[in-house]
């Protein structure tokens, strides 16, 4: 029986992005209770200034299996042979990594764990720190415009652009985040990159994000 048990434990997938690292991204996994405490650990890891951010999560029977498979299609952008970290982009990542799970999507569940695990100080700095690095998404700066229709990952809630930092959904016109979070209510605290759940003929919001900002600080 504890044979069993330790065989069909479910494991986390995770990709990770850090504002302070743009266009590097991070893929590993670990048990799916410890997953939460491995981003905290890395976010307090003194050569990191910032928190990680949780792309996306998933909850698999054979996590070993898939992240070796991640690890082999993004091989040629992997940094360093003895480290998970890969120049590119995140988007792409977990395009990948949607088709080869079986299991349960947790990005929401884990992010919001993760953030339960830091320091309340620390997180509002860091919240500051990230705003002043990245900019804040404009939808009609990255080539957006109004009246375009974005999707959610579900691939069937979907919302207008209504101008450069608001969104049309179900007549009322609100940030991207606030429709997010209605979508995602066990989110709390700083809330959701919502650029990373939405698309635009098919791309992520966060590709054309990154794609319009490059790798400026």
């Not at 605290?189 to 900002?213: C, I, M, P, Q, T």
Request: charged share 25%.
């Amino acid at each position: 029986m504890d044979e069993t048990n330790a065989r069909t434990e479910l494991e986390t997938v995770y990709v990770l992005t850090n504002p302070a690292m743009p266009g590097i991204v991070k893929i590993g996994m670990t048990r799916a209770s410890d997953v939460a405490q491995r981003i905290s650990e890395l976010g307090r890891s003194t050569a990191v200034p910032l928190p990680f951010d949780c792309v996306f999560a998933c909850n698999v029977p054979d996590a070993r299996k898939v992240e070796q498979a991640l690890h082999v299609a993004f091989a040629p952008d992997r940094i360093n042979p003895s480290r998970e970290f890969f120049r590119t982009k995140a988007g792409q990542v977990v395009a990948v990594l949607a088709l080869l799970h079986q299991g349960q999507v947790v990005t929401a569940q884990v992010e919001a764990q993760a953030e339960a695990k830091t320091d309340p100080e620390a997180l509002e700095s860091a919240v500051r720190d990230k705003r002043k690095m990245r900019p804040r998404i404009d939808y009609l700066e990255i080539g957006l415009k109004v009246g375009d229709v974005i999707t959610f990952r579900d691939g069937v809630t979907t919302a207008t652009i209504a101008g450069p930092h608001t969104v049309n959904y179900l007549g009322e016109e609100s940030s991207l985040q606030r429709v997010s979070l209605k979508l995602m209510p066990e989110i709390v605290g700083r809330g959701v990159a919502s650029k990373f759940y939405w698309s635009f003929n098919g791309r992520l919001l966060a590709d054309l994000y990154e794609e319009f900002h490059g790798d400026e600080e």
